[in-house]
C-alpha cells in the first residue's frame, strides 16, 4: 500500500514538474492565474530559476482591519497557504521583528524553515502599509531536526486604502525551498501559496476578533487617509 502510494505522489511530482508555467523573458510581470476577484503574476528573479510571484486582490474591509490581522504573527497559519508555524524571535528597537517560519511540502519532502527580519512602513498621508520580509542568511537559530532550512526568501505585502470598506492587498513573494527539488516544480507548487493567502485574507477579515482589536489599534488613525 505505502509502496503504491509512493509512486503515485512520484507521478504527481512528475506531472507538477512537466507542466508549462509562464516566465517572461523581459522580467516583466505576466498574468499566470485570474481567479476569485485574485490576480497571480509571475517574473524571473535574476540569478535564479526560482520565479517571483506577486499576487493582488480586493479586500472588503477597512484597512485597519486587515493591518491588525498581519500584525496577529502566531495566528498567520489561519490564512497564510502552506504556512505549519510562525512565531517572534526577537523584538528589535527599531521595530523589526526575527520571525521563525515553519512552511509544509508535501510528503514525502521534508518541511522548511526560515528566519525572516521583517520590518513595517506605514504612510499617514497616502494611508499606505508596506511589510518587508527577507530571510536572515546567517542565523543564530538552527533548524530542527526534521526540517530543512530555506537558503533564500524576500516577501513583501502591501496594503492600499482605496475608501471606508476597501483594502487593496499585494503579496510579493520569491523563495528557495534549498535542497535538491527541481526548480519547475517548486514554481508549480508555489503559484497557488499567495493566491490562496489573500482568499484566506478575504475570510480573516471577517472575524469579529480583528474587527473589534482594529477599532483600538494604531492602524486606526494612522491608515485612515482616504477615508
Same mark, same amino acid.
Given at each position: 500500500?505505502?509502496?503504491?502510494?509512493?509512486?503515485?505522489?512520484?507521478?504527481?511530482?512528475?506531472?507538477?514538474?512537466?507542466?508549462?508555467?509562464?516566465?517572461?523573458?523581459?522580467?516583466? $510581470?505576466?498574468?499566470?492565474?485570474?481567479?476569485?476577484?485574485?490576480?497571480? /503574476?509571475?517574473?524571473?528573479?535574476?540569478?535564479? #530559476?526560482?520565479?517571483?510571484?506577486?499576487?493582488?486582490?480586493? !479586500?472588503?474591509?477597512? !484597512?485597519? =482591519?486587515?493591518? @491588525? =490581522?498581519?500584525? #496577529?504573527?502566531?495566528?498567520?497559519?489561519? $490564512?497564510?497557504?502552506?504556512?505549519?508555524? @510562525?512565531?517572534?524571535?526577537?523584538?528589535?528597537?527599531?521595530?523589526? &521583528?526575527?520571525?521563525?517560519? =515553519?512552511?509544509? &511540502?508535501?510528503?514525502?519532502?521534508?518541511?522548511?524553515?526560515?528566519?525572516?527580519?521583517?520590518? @513595517?512602513?506605514?504612510?499617514?498621508?497616502?494611508?499606505?502599509?508596506?511589510? /518587508?520580509?527577507?530571510?536572515?542568511? %546567517?542565523?543564530?537559530?538552527?533548524?530542527?531536526? #526534521?526540517?530543512?532550512?530555506?537558503?533564500?526568501?524576500?516577501? %513583501? !505585502? !502591501?496594503?492600499?486604502?482605496?475608501?471606508?470598506?476597501?483594502?487593496?492587498? @499585494?503579496?510579493?513573494? $520569491?523563495?528557495?525551498?534549498?535542497?535538491?527539488?527541481?526548480?519547475?516544480?517548486?514554481?508549480?507548487?508555489?503559484?497557488?501559496?499567495?493566491?490562496?493567502?489573500?482568499?484566506?485574507?478575504? %475570510?480573516? =477579515?471577517?472575524?469579529?476578533? /480583528?474587527?473589534?482589536?482594529?477599532?483600538?489599534?494604531?492602524?486606526?488613525?494612522?491608515?485612515?487617509?482616504?477615508?
Amino acid at each position: 500500500m505505502k509502496k503504491a502510494f509512493f509512486r503515485l505522489f512520484c507521478l504527481f511530482f512528475v506531472c507538477l514538474i512537466n507542466m508549462p508555467l509562464a516566465c517572461p523573458a523581459d522580467g516583466q $510581470w505576466k498574468l499566470a492565474k485570474d481567479k476569485k476577484g485574485v490576480q497571480v /503574476y509571475t517574473r524571473p528573479m535574476p540569478g535564479s #530559476d526560482i520565479l517571483e510571484f506577486k499576487a493582488r486582490a480586493m !479586500i472588503n474591509a477597512p !484597512i485597519e =482591519v486587515v493591518a @491588525t =490581522v498581519l500584525s #496577529d504573527i502566531e495566528n498567520f497559519p489561519e $490564512w497564510m497557504s502552506k504556512c505549519k508555524k @510562525t512565531s517572534i524571535v526577537e523584538k528589535r528597537s527599531n521595530g523589526a &521583528l526575527l520571525i521563525k517560519f =515553519v512552511q509544509t &511540502l508535501p510528503w514525502p519532502v521534508a518541511n522548511r524553515d526560515v528566519i525572516l527580519l521583517t520590518s @513595517t512602513v506605514l504612510n499617514e498621508e497616502t494611508g499606505l502599509m508596506e511589510v /518587508y520580509m527577507e530571510s536572515v542568511e %546567517k542565523s543564530e537559530i538552527p533548524p530542527m531536526e #526534521d526540517l530543512v532550512r530555506m537558503t533564500g526568501f524576500k516577501g %513583501k !505585502i !502591501i496594503l492600499e486604502n482605496k475608501g471606508k470598506n476597501k483594502t487593496e492587498m @499585494t503579496f510579493i513573494l $520569491w523563495a528557495d525551498p534549498g535542497g535538491s527539488l527541481p526548480a519547475r516544480g517548486v514554481n508549480g507548487g508555489t503559484l497557488n501559496i499567495p493566491f490562496r493567502s489573500l482568499i484566506g485574507m478575504k %475570510k480573516m =477579515v471577517k472575524k469579529k476578533k /480583528y474587527i473589534k482589536a482594529a477599532e483600538k489599534s494604531i492602524f486606526k488613525n494612522k491608515l485612515s487617509a482616504l477615508k
